[in-house]
């Protein structure tokens, strides 16, 4: 019997395993996270490997072509209320912090109340500390139901009207992946009706009317210090002004904080405190954190509040009261009785400007399993304060911290935490929307680092770009997306690693398309092609060249080089059409010396003098001195094609006839043409054409060399030494230079110095080429092997010409007289 299986009854086939389905002990690989988004008329895809692509957005991709016309639907009222609980910072974890009333803040609160029910915006200044956030929690409470949009909390803080105008939008409208323009996004703004609540505002002026003109409908709360530039005076804003506390409201909110009577001695302490902070309602709070610890410091060990450090314990005896220098500067003592984990966070945020990391990052960035609790302990001491989704350390506190030396270790602590985030904000499970809740920590740690002052920061801060920066675009957080760019382009050049750097230039480039900057994209992205085209990068240059054709398809520029706006060369031409060369075509071509041009010698393609130059022109040019235009443009389209045959074939018919008359002239067996060496070439009215002169008795030059001649050697020729005709001879027998015209052409107003003989008869024998050696009366050299002088290949191949004949001839013999006049 056959044992099917190792166990009992019959074995069953094991179902093989997916194809997709790693290995055991090996990790998948994971895929690359790219996001579409709708940019305006643009589809964007973010692709954190290649660079971004952006293309017009087609019809079926994206939104369908209804949907980008259409207005996009808005958020009702409870998923308005789930966004704005979104938009607010993590409640901390650890004991809670007491929640402290709101004192003698009822008169301001009435009149902002009042005024943006009558759809009035309000400009509220106070300085840092002076409770402006409390009070706007209790105005949205009471303003929740006045307007048909609701109530909209916004964050100035590092914001732009711009950026301001987008998270209205997105909280209101309800379109996902979908960013509009900037003529879009005035057009849905200015239909929203809602009360603005904006924090921490860090611009006026004409920003600032400029963000309360984009939204008509909408009443605006901006609360601001009082060193943020004010409004113009036609921004029609009304101005309440919060001050501090008084004495009686700064004892009471002491005792709140404290939760049991002040002392006489602790009354007289606040005293002084309230004189010296000006009733800032911060520093009592703080002051209640000194006082709590001091009475945690005087008890039982053993009933010590567990976050409270062991060795910070003082069991028995009296603790003074806090100095009143301490009292007003309370972050160096309060942070000595925190625990560690607490006073290592305060490091982190002093390293990355004021900037607390999310409490779920503390954990790995303080080494500590229970670091997630400095936050509560941080909150409740008044160290912290909320700023839009996160915390950020209160007013004064970094400076106070900075002076006690929590700034020692800054770049260390800052390098942590970019590599931290580095590894974060690439992981496939971290959403983009999460990346875009702790961007400003990120950039943060991404500045530090951006000097280079120690080795391997650079590096870090490349990486750090590389993971954060897709994650931003894909979030919509644009401004963020920009800055990380941009440091990042820098950490690159740095770091010199060429292929992040051309990277981040072209994401720089699409970038500046989406927001319409053409300038800065076209710069951008052709240093992104350069450099990838010189690491052989195809795939980022093929989508550098697509960015960069859409960049010129809409600024409406010719694409120079040769190229087609999506950067390929130009393709072979078709029968309807010519293809241009890569430089272009010159607006007009002379034909005048082309001869010179062909390397045959001054053959006669030259024009009278009296005719205007022959130039290849599709048209005229306007008087103007170029087309007003796009399509008008001589070196761009169709027209510059054309213009490039036309010369193309003009100049191929010219050389054509050259070469023709060329070789025509060579033919031997015409006796007409055959001249003796030694003889000059005359022209006469025959119908022969040229016949020979043959040289005078006693003549002592060379009939073609024109060189001097030895009386006692006829045959020696002396370089350089004047002829009979008065020209200067080369090594070469030829004539040293010919006068020319003006324009460069021989002259044609010489005669010949010699008489010429009669012509022979039509019926005898043409000349011999070779005379007799033992004719006596003839000055011809001989041209047998046995002649004294070595005959050149000038003299002996050639034919030779007088060089003051008219229309003197080139190799093929012709006069300029009966060459083509062109």
């Known amino acids: 019997m056959e044992n099917d299986s190792f166990g009992e009854g019959a074995g069953q086939a094991r179902t093989p395993r997916e194809a997709t389905t790693p290995d055991f002990g090996q990790a998948a690989p994971t895929l690359a996270r790219t996001v579409q988004l709708v940019s305006g008329d643009f589809l964007l895809t973010v692709n954190p490997v290649d660079g971004s692509e952006i293309e017009p957005c087609p019809p079926g991709e994206g939104l369908a072509a209804g949907e980008r016309t259409a207005p996009p639907a808005r958020h009702s009222a409870a998923e308005r209320t789930e966004l704005q609980r979104a938009a607010q910072p993590p409640l901390p974890a650890g004991p809670a912090a007491p929640r402290l009333p709101l004192l003698e803040r009822d008169e301001e609160r009435r009149r902002l109340v009042r005024l943006l029910g009558r759809g009035r915006s309000v400009r509220l200044t106070g300085p840092a500390g002076s409770g402006r956030s409390a009070l706007l ?74 963000l309360l003109d984009s939204a008509p409908e909408c009443a605006f709360l901006v609360a601001a210090t009082p060193d943020v530039a004010a409004p113009a005076a036609d921004s029609h804003l009304e101005e309440v002004f919060l001050g501090g506390l008084g004495r009686s409201a700064s004892l009471e909110l002491l005792q709140r904080g404290v939760d049991r009577p002040l002392t006489e001695d602790e009354a007289n302490w606040a005293g002084d405190l309230w004189f010296e902070s000006e009733g800032l309602p911060l520093r009592f709070v703080q002051a209640g954190a000194l006082l709590r610890q001091r009475d945690a410091l005087r008890t039982d060990p053993e009933d010590f509040d567990p976050y409270m450090p062991a060795d910070r314990v003082e069991g028995g005896g009296d603790i003074p009261l806090p100095s009143l220098a301490e009292g007003a500067a309370p972050a160096a003592l309060l942070a000595s009785r925190l625990s560690k984990s607490a006073r290592e966070t305060l490091r982190f945020a002093v390293a990355l400007g004021g900037e607390v990391p999310h409490q779920a990052h503390l954990p790995a960035l303080v080494g500590d399993t229970h670091a997630d609790a400095a936050v509560g302990e941080l909150m409740s001491c008044g160290l912290l304060t909320p700023v839009g989704t996160r915390y950020r350390l209160a007013a004064g506190v970094i400076a106070q911290l900075t002076e006690k030396g929590y700034a020692t270790d800054a770049a260390a602590h800052a390098h942590t935490a970019a590599q931290h985030y580095a590894w974060w904000a690439g992981h496939p499970s971290v959403t983009p929307e999460r990346a875009v809740a702790e961007a400003d920590a990120v950039l943060a740690a991404l500045t530090a680092l951006v000097p280079g002052q120690e080795s391997g920061h650079p590096s870090t801060a490349v990486l750090l770009a590389r993971s954060a920066a897709p994650a931003f675009a894909a979030g919509q957080h644009w401004s963020a997306w920009e800055k990380t760019l941009r440091v990042g382009s820098e950490a690159a050049r740095l770091a010199g690693e060429v292929a992040e750097e051309a990277y981040f230039h072209h994401e720089l480039g699409v970038l500046a398309l989406c927001t319409g900057n053409l300038d800065r994209a076209r710069a951008e992205l052709e240093a992104s092609i350069g450099m990838r085209g010189a690491l052989a990068d195809k795939r980022g240059t093929v989508a550098g060249r697509r960015a960069l054709a859409l960049v010129t398809d809409r600024s409406g520029a010719p694409v120079p080089g040769g190229r087609t706006p999506a950067g390929e060369e130009v393709p072979a031409a078709r029968h309807e059409e010519s293809a241009s060369p890569p430089g272009g075509v010159p607006a007009a071509v002379p034909l005048t010396g082309l001869g010179r041009l062909s390397g045959l010698g001054s053959v006669g393609l030259r024009k009278p003098s009296d005719e205007p130059a022959t130039t290849v022109s599709g048209h005229e040019t306007p008087a103007g001195g170029g087309w007003p235009g796009r399509g008008r443009s001589l070196l761009g389209g169709a027209r510059r094609n054309l213009v490039a045959a036309g010369a193309g074939a003009l100049l191929a018919a010219v050389l054509g006839t050259v070469v023709t008359l060329g070789a025509t002239s060579d033919n031997n067996d015409v006796p007409g043409n055959k001249v003796r060496n030694g003889q000059s070439a005359n022209e006469d009215d025959s119908q022969n054409g040229l016949d020979a002169d043959v040289p005078a008795d006693g003549s002592t030059s060379r009939p073609g060399g024109g060189g001097g001649g030895d009386p006692k050697n006829p045959d020696k020729v002396t370089p350089g030494a004047p002829t009979s005709s008065g020209v200067q001879s080369t090594p070469g027998g030829r004539p040293a230079s010919s006068p020319a015209t003006p324009e460069g052409r021989p002259s044609t107003s010489g005669r010949p110095t010699t008489k010429p003989t009669p012509k022979p008869s039509s019926s005898s024998p043409g000349p011999t080429a070779t005379p007799s050696p033992s004719s006596s009366t003839s000055s011809t050299p001989s041209t047998s092997p046995s002649s004294s002088t070595p005959s050149t290949p000038d003299s002996a191949s050639a034919p030779v010409t007088n060089s003051s004949a008219p229309g003197a001839s080139g190799p093929s013999g012709s006069s300029a007289a009966s060459s083509p006049v062109i």
């Not at 914001?159 to 057009?187: F, W």
């Not at 009360?195 to 505002?201: E, H, K, S």
Request: negative net charge.
């Open 137 to 210: 929690d209790t105005v949205a409470q009471e303003c929740a139901d006045l307007a048909p949009d609701g109530v909209v909390r916004l964050s100035g803080h590092r914001r732009t009207p711009t950026e301001l105008l987008y998270e209205l939008y997105a909280i209101v409208h309800k379109a996902p992946q979908h960013r509009p323009d900037r003529a879009g996004l005035l057009t849905l703004v200015r239909d929203i009706g809602a009360i603005v609540l904006l924090d921490d505002l860090e611009f006026g002026g004409a920003a600032l009317g400029e």
